[in-house]
């Protein structure tokens, strides 16, 4: 049974950093591509960043970019999102998934390619 479990949220203010983790259990992720997503109250799940199996490639949604670094260690079946200078409209939670697509930037930005996702982790950023 695959599992991912997410952690590292919380409350903030603005321009603070976290450093979100997403644990996998069950399977090897070190063969698939790993994406983060966030969701805002009322609002549907979105793509944050995606990073590649081997982890040479990354995207990143362009609210994000220069702020957020998506990393993996696949020896130890961990996908980390490191968040800077977060703001009030990062506030959401956020899920780590298992995407099956290829290329990343293409198959990986929406949910509809995803296999698993964890529980999520609450982010909440005060202005």
């Known amino acids: 049974q695959v599992r991912l479990v997410e952690s590292g949220g919380g409350l903030v203010q603005a321009g603070d950093s976290l450093r979100l983790s997403c644990a996998a259990s069950?399977?090897?992720?070190?063969?698939?591509?790993m994406g983060w997503f966030r969701q805002a109250p009322g609002k549907d799940r979105s793509f944050v960043a995606v990073?590649?199996?081997?982890?040479?490639?990354?995207h990143y949604e362009d609210s994000v970019l220069g702020r957020f670094i998506i990393s993996r260690d696949n020896s130890k079946n961990m996908v980390y999102l490191e968040m800077n200078r977060l703001q009030p409209e990062d506030t959401a939670v956020y899920y780590c998934?298992?995407?099956?697509?290829?290329?990343?930037?293409?198959?990986?930005?929406?949910?509809?390619?995803?296999?698993?996702w964890g529980q999520g982790t609450q982010v909440t950023v005060s202005s």
């Open positions: 998934g298992r995407c099956l697509g290829n290329p990343i930037q293409r198959m990986c930005v929406g949910t509809s390619n995803y296999a698993n």
């Open positions: 069950g399977v090897e992720i070190g063969g698939y591509a």
């Open positions: 990073v590649s199996m081997g982890g040479q490639s990354v």
